[in-house]
Nanobody, 119 residues
Framework: QVQLVESGGGLVQAGGSLRLSCAAS????????MGWYRQAPGKQREFVAS???????NGIDYLKGRFTISRDNAKNTVDLQMNSLKPEDTAVYYC?????????????WGQGTQVTVSS
C-alpha cells in the first residue's frame, strides 16, 4: 500500500512561482513512476509530468519551459517546481505513483492540493 501526501499549494499572482511536494509512504519500487496531474474546474484530470527512478522525465510540451519535476529516491518524494504561473494553471494538483506488476499497472493518488493563480 502506498500513501501520498502533497503540500505546497496556495494562492499566487500571475508570474509567480510555487513548489509542490509529495511524500510517499510504503514501498516505492525503482520501476514505479512518480508524477503530477491536475484538474481544473469543469475539466478532466490531465497529466502534467512524471519521472522515473533513473531521473528520466516525461511531460506535456507546453509546460516544459515553466514546470520542472524532480525526485528523491532515498526520501520517496517528488516535487514540481512551477514558474511563471498563469491563471490557466489554476487547478487541483494530484500526486501520482504508478506501480507496475508485470504488464499491468496500478495508480495511487494523493488527496490533491489547490493551486490558484490570480491575474
Amino acid at each position: 500500500q502506498v500513501q501520498l501526501v502533497e503540500s505546497g499549494g496556495g494562492l499566487v499572482q500571475a508570474g509567480g512561482s510555487l513548489r509542490l511536494s509529495c511524500a510517499a509512504s510504503g514501498r516505492i519500487s525503482s520501476s514505479s513512476s512518480m508524477g503530477w496531474y491536475r484538474q481544473a474546474p469543469g475539466k478532466q484530470r490531465e497529466f502534467v509530468a512524471s519521472i522515473l527512478s533513473d531521473g528520466s522525465t516525461n511531460g506535456i510540451d507546453y509546460l516544459k519551459g515553466r514546470f520542472t519535476i524532480s525526485r528523491d529516491n532515498a526520501k520517496n518524494t517528488v516535487d514540481l517546481q512551477m514558474n511563471s504561473l498563469k491563471p490557466e494553471d489554476t487547478a487541483v494538483y494530484y500526486c501520482n505513483v504508478r506501480r507496475w506488476y508485470g504488464s499491468t499497472s496500478y495508480d495511487y493518488w494523493g488527496q490533491g492540493t489547490q493551486v490558484t493563480v490570480s491575474s
